[in-house]
């Protein structure tokens, strides 16, 4: 117990420092435990027998030959082990009246995309079920599929699922004028359409269907032998699937235990009960032995749910001289062949995110989710939010362009001003904070806006080849999910709070367990530097403890940006709980009253003396427990749950500069720059990684990446050769900083970081790419702006014929996709 | 990786390769560097019965000089071509094309004989080799026997080396003081060749006195842009000229169409991509 105090030995804020990850030597090193390192005794493999056609009904299937395989333990049909009855959930009922297919695990008599699985195989190693997979001989009768959103809602179209009568999932309307947050944006637009003084503005944008492309490919292990039924699975849910398991399976929820060891990235993707953990725990559970699933990154490219794929029709109306007088959004989304854990909510959150920064008096948002003969689709990094964004900040260009604006003065014009926080927006949420003349400042300045207009006006005058665009998004999202009352009146199936405990250990270290369930996100490092102050303790002496529902039994888990605005906060409180009961103990020990204590850098001080004792110290005693006030519990470990008022709503100014090749459409990033306000910076090192890989999935949706089917709803983006990811060859180094305006919703005053790269990047690409070549005659490009398609664009323009002959079939001018066309063999190598 | 069984052997020699292959039959495939092979074999679109690994032979590496000609064992690893004096001095587009093969880890792994032997057509060496009138000794039962380039590469991923035969050495004349550039383009930086340009030009006091340009993926085969070589040879430097010249660049060219690419398309940046090689390379 030491009594002295130290000013000089206070411990530096842990809160703000660029922190090297603590996680990342096990991580990078490869030296931790994945799914797929387990290894049990006895452990089985089990391989996916899967549809090759996208609509069918089955037949017959004949697993003769897969039997008899030395090493083959059974072959297993979706009835054979009760897959077919089996209703994997959906927690998102977006309507009272919202459509549902039932969702097997494996399909039993019709399968309906391409990759769903239709029967398993299990065997005594990896191998051998891969070798016996191929052997079993499934005879389809090939259906119609159902490839187009709009094809699909006609009279008479092939229906996926024809016990339900039609292709429609929902419609979910939102209306300013109904909801009294605005006015009627249908009599707006009609009323602006015979204005002289107002213009009204349509467009139609098309949001690609995106694959995450997490890095570690899912795997999950199933044993079945103890007590408690025990899955480790690569998820970013391993709560939500404890208690979907038990509510989808009838399993007692008390007898599972889910752990999600390290995974490695999720980026929404591992948001799932996928029908491959359940069909794993099933054959585990006929067997009674230890079972192993790990797809190859062909089964994830093809199977683990796609992202995004939405058609736009936006329409907005406007004063001449820039004022927005109205909005309306009209969606259609696509969600594949069934329903995912929150997929038909995803479109959704847009209605709250079209209105973006800007103040709309009157606003309309109506979404119609379509079922086809596709991969579903569910959450993607930004969920909802990067399509809106795309939308709106696409619109505001080609508004401005309509009205001779300047796009940036137009944005100003209408934009919230800081002053005028907090603000309830016309899709009824309330920001808290935010700066937009700040970050846009900033911004503008650091990316020398008008340097490089003047240098884009001096490569028009001359005629350049390369020719140079600016492309701007100003944007705002909601993150932080979520406050519950908000999400049960979404008809969301769970609540938004969070949860941490922290055991403060006999030796004065610190373990922290937490909810939020980290694949990649840095949480063990930011988590420490927040219990550090908290507790005043060393940042070595916390360990972050996650994703074992043994341990850590009470939790929501990560995505929308959650972990820190939602999971950190519980931290907080937690720690504010353990503070709270060491007080008793402290002044106990300090021969003192409670009202003479204060607390700070980690111990107990009586104010006015230099006697103290610190809570490290604390937790020894009340191990002991030999010395102790009467009436308390000898323990100052706590438990806390946050349940969030708000969200939170970072925002910021991205700025893009691209060079287009106006002779071969090749895009080339020229600069970019980003200031994003994410409230208070817990760890900026972590901050700016996540805007880095954000903005590197945001600019490859714009330039690169395309989950592309062909017409008979196989998919052509295969494998990583035609599914074409960037690397850190093709970007560059991007100019990135932050404005603050500390969240007034959470004690940390922090806002969530992890989506808003990829919400706010992706406009602002193509609107630069599209500046670059508009006076070429270019009015719109779709997305992903391949070199093919800007030169198309461009000979279209200037009235030659481009890409007349593009065929739909798998790209890459060679390698796989060649060999796979025309030389099943390969070559002579 | 799991992909159908395979025997496996790892000769020391090209007559232990040769045996092994005659042993092996129609259903042996040689490993090269796997850079190819490797993902035909985990997607199970190949499934051999035997797999002889090459890279156990040393005399199948290495870069020499003889004579005239500068000599590339099979085996010659990328990153080793890429690195080589030599070929540096007098073989210069080779190095070039070679440079913009994939990424650093496919570089280390992959061989020039390997690439050319696979014959992909949208890969980036054989171009280079038919520009530069290169030769292929190919090793077989009775000895061995050297190949043309026009000679060699026969369709899409089909070359003139039989059965039971295995390329041993590549064998470029020299192009000492020869400009070189390979112009690539393609999605992203690790992918295919949508089409890709490859132009070895000699420049004496600013007039072009020699031209030898080779098409990657503009038919199954590499192509010869001969008609821009002899429209350019004889030609001053300028851009007018050149951009002229390369008019001619897809004459004679079959490309296919897909997702990345019309045959319009190609066409088009044939030509464009042939004017700015040639270009860097004169200059």
Redesign the interface.
Known sequence: MTTTENPADAPVKEIGRDRRRKEDRRLITGRTQWTDNKALTGLLHIAMVRSPFAHATIKGIDTSAAKQLPGIVGVYTAADIGADQVQLPCAWPVTKDMRSPQRPALAGSRVNFAGEGVAVVVARS??IA??AA?LVEVDYDELEPVLDMEEALKDGATLVHPELGTNSNAQWVFDSGEAGSGGNATEAISKAESDDDQIVVRRRFRQQRLVPVFMEPRSTVVDPTGEQLVMWSSTQVPHILKTMLALTLGLPEHKIRVIAPDVGGGFGGKIAVAPEEVVTLLVAQKLGKPVKWTE?R?ESLLTAHHGRDQIQDLTMSVTKDGTITGLDVKLLADMGAYLGLVGPGVPILGAFMFNAIYKIPSYRFDCTNVFTTKTLTDAYRGAGRPEATFGIERLMDEVALELGMEPMEFRKKNWIKHDEFPYTTVSTLTYDTGNYEAATDQAMQMFDYDGLRREQAERRRRGDVKQLGIGISTFTEMCGLAPSRVLGSLDYGAGGWETAAIRMLPTGKVEVVVGVSPHGQGHETAFSQIVADQLGVGFDDVEILHGDTQSSYRGLDTYGSRSLAVGGIAVVKAAEKVIEKAKPIAAHMLEASEGDLEFSAGKFSVKGTDKGVGIQDIALAVFAAHDYPEGIEPDIDAHATFDPENFSFPHGTHLCAVEVDT??G?VSMYKYVCVDDVGNVINPLIVEGQVHGGLAQGIAQAL?EEA?YDDQGTL?SG?L?DY????A??LISFDTANTTTASTTNPLGVKGVGEAGTIASTPAVVNSVLDAIRHLGVKDIDMPT???RV??AIQKASGT????????????????????R???????? | M?P??FDYVRPTTVEEALQALRDGGDDA????GGQ??L??L?????DPSLIIDLGGIPELRGVREDGNEVVVGAMTSHHDVTRDDILRQHVALIQEATKTVA?PQVRHRGTLG?AL???????DLAAPALALEAKFVIAGADGTRTVAAADFFED????A?GEAELLTEIRFPKYTGWGARYEK?N?????????AVAATIKVDGGTISDARIGLT?MAGVPVRATAVESALVGQSATEDNVRKAAQAAAEGTSP??????????RE??AR??TGRAVLAAAG
């Open positions: 990896a191998a891969k070798d191929e190859t062909s002779e071969t090749f690169y592309a052509l494998t050769v074409t990811l960037p690397s060859a093709d391949t070199p093919y030169w198309s014929s481009g890409r007349a002959d593009e065929a739909n079939v798998a790209s890459p001018g060679a390698g796989l996709g060649s060999t796979a025309d030389m099943p063999e390969g070559g002579n190598l | 799991i159908a069984q495939k040689l490993l090269a190819s092979l993902p035909v985990r997607l199970r679109m190949a990424d390997g032997a696979h014959a992909d057509p949208a890969g899409y991923f089909s070359t080396i383009f999605r992203v930086a690790q992918a295919w060749s949508i089409v993926n296919t169409a897909d997702a990345d690419a019309g045959t319009d398309y088009h940046l464009v991509l």
